[in-house]
């Protein structure tokens, strides 16, 4: 593509009459990136501004940098660097975040005008859902792709995730691979941080579906209204012709009821919903309850348990029955879906007590799976449990409260501590807990130790927080940790 096409794509048209119409070979944010014939698009980040990094792109290549617009300058008029030797124009934007996504629509060819794409948001229950809408898709006959936390998955292949949603280059170069290889639905998990970085600009959503909102990321969002318009930023830009599906037992979700007119679906146990579950009932193997929509009502038994899960598998439902798929389909891929990786995920030993892992890292998380627990648990519930550092430190406190006075007994330990102290972290937890029926090891590994030393028969032991991640993070490195794969390991050491 060339640049003037792709420039007039952000709606500029006072184009100088100089600037050399080349072909772009490429677009990059990050100036270690750039290549010759690329456009650099500075941006200003949260550790590093792009701006700093103009002259490094330029050396690299970059034949065109946008730049985010000074006040009082003209917007996508190109001038030339003052810094550096080289003689480059300078493309000036009102926003270079939101640039970079549309320039990325336009390099791509706009593949998601080709593809469903349905966004899942909300705390909780995002990746749940995209597993359920994958099965459902692929026992319908279609080829789904699916976006989030674990990994990025189409086809045969499979990419690890750096983050729930990436940037909206790898978005758009990952949509235009999935168009080649005939994917006909891309579900996908879209975070605060996405919405409020304009990574999702551009994106034709075919579908949206809303969750809940409970306290998270607010060392991002400082407050929890900042949170709520990041979030309600997907049902503000998406296409009058798409549908939204929205849980409306959340207290956010009369707000966003009122930013879209049409085709709002509604789920619920609680409040008068178009798709509601009744007679909820739990074991330790499944959940059973009565499936009430506008369009069937019908008995239904999972695999996933807890009240929590119930809310998944009803929004699931109704944006299957509002696409349009045979319920039969619907009920057939659902009921016979059994796991999704680091949610209720149980690891298997012959003993007699239970290990579950959890992906749980907020209060409202905690409290949803030690609740299911208790439901089904036989005799006390053990959580290992920590928090994560550079993150929401207004969170921990709560955490802590929430695991000591729904446990029986706690083991705070590390999470991804980063770049804090964990024992700083540690401290702050213990700042909520008003019992005592806690211990603290910092270290991880010896904390599951201790926990499981402790299980008793009839016990569950829970270990929160990182679920399917199989990393730690300590300081500036990435270390291999698995809590599955270390439980597995300390229960071989305690048989043996």
């Known amino acids: 593509m060339r640049i003037k096409p792709l420039i007039q794509s952000l709606g500029i048209t006072n184009i100088a009459s100089n600037l050399e119409d080349f072909e772009v070979k490429g677009l990059s944010c990050n100036s270690k990136a750039v290549k010759d014939g690329f456009v650099f698009v500075a941006i200003k980040g949260a550790r590093e501004d792009g701006n700093k990094f103009i002259d490094e792109a330029i050396a690299k290549g970059a034949k065109a940098v946008v730049v985010k617009s000074p006040l009082g300058c003209a917007r996508g008029k190109p001038v030339t660097s003052h810094k550096s030797q080289f003689k480059v124009p300078f493309i000036r934007v009102k926003d270079a975040r939101r ?121 991002y969002h400082k407050t929890l209204e900042n949170y709520f318009r990041a979030k309600a930023k997907l049902f503000k830009d998406i296409s009058p012709d798409s549908f939204i599906v929205i849980n409306e037992d959340d207290k956010y979700a009369r707000r966003l009821k009122k930013l879209r007119k049409q085709r709002i679906i509604t789920y619920g146990i609680d409040n008068r919903v178009r798709v509601t579950a009744r007679n909820i009932k739990f074991d330790h193997l499944y959940t059973q309850f009565q ?66 892992v959890d992906y749980a890292h907020t209060e409202d998380a905690l409290r949803n799976i030690i609740t299911t627990l208790r439901q089904v648990a036989c005799k006390r519930i053990i959580v290992v449990f920590g928090c994560g550092g550079e993150r929401d430190r207004a969170k921990r406190p709560k955490m802590g409260r929430t695991v000591t006075e729904l446990a029986d007994y706690a083991v705070i330990t590390s999470d991804n501590p980063r770049s804090e102290d964990p ?27 201790k926990a499981l030393s402790l299980a008793k028969t009839g016990d569950t032991v829970l270990l929160a927080g990182k679920g399917h991640e199989n990393y730690q993070i300590i300081k500036d490195k990435m270390l291999h940790f698995d809590d599955r794969e270390v439980a597995r390991e300390c229960l071989r050491s305690m048989i043996y």
Request: hydrophobic share 40%; charged share 25%.
């Open 99 to 219: 640039a970079l996504a549309k320039l990325a629509v336009e390099f791509y060819g706009n593949p998601t005008a080709k593809i469903k794409v349905v966004g899942v948001t909300g705390t909780n229950g995002k990746t749940t859902i995209t597993y359920l809408i994958e099965a459902l898709l692929k026992e319908a006959g279609f080829q789904p792709a699916v976006i989030g936390t674990i990994n990025y998955r189409f086809k045969d292949r499979i990419i690890p995730s750096k983050n729930t949603t990436p940037g909206p280059l790898e978005l758009q170069s990952m949509f235009c691979d999935m168009l080649k290889e005939g994917i006909d639905y891309a579900v996908m998990e879209v975070s605060s941080h996405a919405l409020d970085q304009e990574r999702t600009a551009g994106i034709n959503f075919h579908s949206a579906i809303f969750t809940n909102l409970t306290q998270d990321h607010l060392d």
């Open 291 to 356: 499936l009430v929509s506008s369009q069937v009502k019908e008995n239904f038994k999972t695999r996933l348990i807890g009240r929590h899960n119930v809310y998944n598998i009803l929004a699931a439902i109704a944006w299957a029955q509002e696409e349009g798929i045979d319920f039969s389909v619907i009920k057939s891929s659902l009921e016979g879906f059994s796991l999704v990786p680091g949610r209720l995920e149980r690891v298997d030993f012959e003993g007699d007590f239970s290990v579950i």
């Open 423 to 449: 024992l700083d972290i540690i401290k702050d937890i213990k700042r909520g807990i008003r019992k005592t029926n806690f211990c603290v090891i910092p270290e991880r590994r010896e904390a599951i130790k």
